[in-house]
């Protein structure tokens, strides 16, 4: 096991950090938010998220907030998308590239976007082909793996199983989601063993949320594996709507 030389830092700020937000945040303000974040350095960044506004409010602007952007280039400008109609609306609004997100937990599945997991893997079988009709890439999150508010410890074996699955369908990537923010170093390493021994390194990312502190030690954990893609939040910033107890992302400046 050997340190990777490179991180790539995926900034999820925008979307996830926003969207849980008390506060309703000016379109143009995000748009300001993520042409900052771009100036930084960052060659991803996560603008927004085309989900049901009666759901997630305050993501109801996301094809407003694309279309203000003053772009950067060599800045990838990604979006979330639930379904066939997201993925519209993102094309339509520009998007360079979209996410997928599906769950290793049955119960956050319904909860989180009101289908199971199979039929959430249909409905992106779907998106995977239009997307790469349209030539755009798409990514995949798969949530709770390291542990669900509803149902708690999942399997590692499951999270091997839907993210070859997601892989199969065409997603480029996995970022492997602790969601709630209850990894620890010990179970990202045990994880990651069954992870990396199936599925490689160069299509695995991470996704931690620092509900107890410990989302830069996971990140240090899972370095000597080879993993070298990892999301981030600026200040932060994050939660989840449908995950009680979810406090913030990893911060990126931190990371």
Do not use: W
Request: charged share 20%; net charge negative.
């Amino acid at each position: 096991m050997t340190f990777p030389k490179h991180v790539r830092i995926v900034e999820v700020g925008p979307r996830d950090g926003l969207q849980n937000e008390a506060a309703a945040v000016p379109t143009v303000d995000k748009a300001a938010f993520v042409e900052l974040l771009a100036s930084a350095g960052l060659p991803v960044v996560e603008v927004s998220a085309f989900v049901s506004p009666a759901r997630v409010p305050r993501m109801a602007e996301a094809g407003a907030v694309f279309r203000r952007i003053a772009r950067k280039q060599g800045v990838k400008y990604t979006a979330l998308v639930p379904n066939m109609k997201g993925l519209e609306r993102a094309v339509e609004a520009g998007a360079d590239e979209v996410a997928v997100f599906a769950a290793s937990s049955e119960t956050f599945s319904q909860r989180n976007i009101n289908q199971g997991i199979e039929e959430s893997l249909e409905e992106y079988r779907r998106v995977c082909g239009a997307a790469a009709m349209a030539g755009i890439a798409v990514r995949g999150y798969l949530s709770t793996c390291f542990g669900c508010p509803y149902e708690g410890p999942v399997p590692a074996s499951r999270v091997v199983q839907l993210s070859e699955r997601l892989l199969e369908l065409g997603v480029y990537e996995v970022a492997v989601s602790d969601t709630i923010g209850v990894a620890h170093p010990g179970q990202v390493r045990s994880l990651l063993q069954h992870v990396v021994a199936t599925l490689g390194t160069e299509r695995v990312a991470l996704h931690f949320h620092d509900t107890r502190g410990m989302a830069l030690a996971n990140v240090l954990a899972a370095l000597p594996f080879g993993i070298s893609r990892f999301d981030a939040s600026a200040g932060g910033l994050g939660g989840c709507p449908f995950a009680p107890g979810a406090s913030g992302n990893l911060a990126t400046e931190d990371l």
